[in-house]
C-alpha cells in the first residue's frame, strides 16, 4: 500500500474561498450600532441559497473531533442549496473543497484545496460546491445553515482509494 498524498493547508481568506462561497466573519466587515448602541450588527455576510421548494433552516451539529491523520475518504455537494458552518465554541476546523465534479476513480488532487479557519470564522459553501464533509479538530458545536426540503440534496463520491491526507 502506498503513502497517502499530503493536501496543505493555508488560511481561510475571503479572497481565496471566494470560488467556493464565503467566508463568515465580522473582520473586514462594516457593522451598525443596534439595541441602544449595547451590540454591533455585521449584516449579510453569507448569501445563503435554496430551490423555490426548499426552505433555509438553522441546525446545530455536535461534531466529534476527527483523529489524525486527517485521510480524505468522502466528497459530498448539495445541489438544491447553500450550507453554511459557524463555529460555536470557537474552535478551528478544516474546509476541504474541490474545484470541478471529481471523477470517483480517479484522483484529481490538483483541484482538492484545504483551509483553516481560526475559529471566529465560519463558511457557506454555495449551492452544488463538491467538499469534503466536517473535519472538526476538537469536539465543538457548528450552527449550521442549509436547505430542508423535498428532493435529494446530498450527493456523495467515495474518495478514500485517493489515499490523499491533510496535514495540519
Known amino acids: 500500500m502506498s503513502m497517502p498524498r499530503s493536501l496543505p493547508v493555508e488560511p481561510l481568506t475571503a479572497e481565496a474561498f471566494a470560488p467556493y462561497g464565503q467566508v463568515i466573519e465580522c473582520a473586514g466587515h462594516r457593522s451598525l450600532p443596534i439595541n441602544h448602541a449595547t451590540s454591533r450588527r455585521f449584516s449579510d455576510l453569507a448569501q445563503l441559497e435554496t430551490d423555490p421548494d426548499g426552505r433555509l433552516a438553522l441546525s446545530i451539529f455536535q461534531a466529534r473531533a476527527r483523529q489524525r491523520p486527517y485521510l480524505l475518504d468522502t466528497l459530498e ?8 458552518f459557524m463555529p460555536l465554541n470557537g474552535q478551528p476546523f478544516l474546509i476541504v473543497v474541490c474545484a470541478a465534479r471529481p471523477a470517483p476513480e480517479a484522483p484529481e488532487t490538483a483541484a482538492l484545496k484545504a483551509f483553516v479557519s481560526h475559529g471566529k470564522q465560519g463558511i457557506n459553501f454555495r449551492r452544488g460546491t463538491w467538499h469534503h464533509p466536517l473535519l472538526a479538530l476538537a469536539d465543538a458545536d457548528f450552527l449550521v445553515a442549509d436547505r430542508l426540503g423535498p428532493g435529494h440534496n446530498c450527493e456523495e463520491i467515495d474518495i478514500a482509494h485517493w489515499q490523499i491526507r491533510v496535514d495540519y
Open 77 to 84: 455537494r448539495h445541489p438544491l442549496g447553500s450550507q453554511a
